[in-house]
C-alpha cells in the first residue's frame, strides 16, 4: 500500500452523473487483485475524509476510475480538470478470491459495475456478465465490455430485460445447473439481498463487494463494520477483511 501522487489526464461523463477519470500515477502502484479499491484524496479544501472507489483498471502508470456523482466529494471531483494534482492510497483491501472453476457469472448493479470491472477483464470469455440498470443511457457505462457481450436489464424497460438483474439472472440460472460454477457481484445492498434469495436452493458459491461507508480505509478506525455469522467476531472491518466478502458468511 502506497500514497502515491498523480495527475487526471481525463475525467468524462459517459452517462448522465457518471465519469470516468484517468489518474496518471508519479510511480507505479502495487500489483492489485480485481475487487481492491483505492482512496482519493479530493481536490480543494472541502473534503477532509478521501473517498473509496474501485479500481476499474490500472495500465502503468494511468489507474482508471469510474464513479457515480452522489453527494459533496464525488460532486467536487466531477469538476477537477486535466493536470490536477490527487493523491491516492492504494491497493486497499481483500479483493476476489479466484478459484478455478468451470464458469464464473459476475453481476453488476448500477455503478456497481465498476467493482467487477477489472474481474471481467481478468476471467474474459470464462465469465457470463449480467449488468443492470434504471435506464438505456447507463449502458455507456459496460460499454468496453465486449465479448462475451452482458446480458443487460433495465428497471424501466427501456432496453434488454424489463426488470432488475437479479431477476434477469434467475431467468438464466437453469443454463448453469450442474456446473462448478462462482458467482461475483457488486451493486447496491437490495441487490445482494435478492440475489441471496435467488442462489438460496442452490447454494452455489458467491462473493460479493460491499460498498459500505469509509473513513480510514486502513482498518484503524472500525467506522465500516459490517456484520457476519463468525461468531467468535461478528463485526469485520469492510476496509480490511473486505470489501469483498462470501455472501453466505455475511448478514444482510
Ligand atoms: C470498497 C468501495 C468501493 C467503491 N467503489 C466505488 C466505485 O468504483 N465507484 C463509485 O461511484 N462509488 C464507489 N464506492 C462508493 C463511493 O465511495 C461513494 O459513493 C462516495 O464515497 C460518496 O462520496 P460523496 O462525498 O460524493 O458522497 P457523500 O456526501 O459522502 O454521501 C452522499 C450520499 O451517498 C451515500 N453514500 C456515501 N457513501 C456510500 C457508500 N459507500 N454506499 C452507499 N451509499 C453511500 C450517503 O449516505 C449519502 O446519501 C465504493 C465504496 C467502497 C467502500
Ligand atoms: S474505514 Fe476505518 S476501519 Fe474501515
Known sequence: MDDIEGKITRNDEVAPGYHLLKIKLSRPMDPFVPGQFVMVRIPGKDVFLRRPFSIYDYRRPVLTLMYKVVGKGTEILS???KNEKVF???PLGKGFDLQKRQEYVILGGGIGIAGVHALIHRLGTRSSVFFGCT???ELALIKDIGAPPASVSTLDGSCGFHGTVVELLSEHLAMFRGKDIEVFACGPAAMLKALRGVLEK??????V????RMACGLGLCFGCV?????????????????PVFDLWKICL
Open 202 to 207: 442452490d447454494t452455489i458459491p458467491c462473493q
Open 209 to 212: 463487494l460491499l460498498e459500505e
Open 79 to 81: 469538476k477537477a480538470g
Open 88 to 90: 491516492v492510497l492504494c
Open 226 to 242: 459490517t456484520k457476519t455469522v463468525d461468531e467468535a467476531e461478528p463485526y469485520k472491518r469492510v476496509c480490511k477483511e473486505g
Open 135 to 137: 435506464a438505456k443511457e
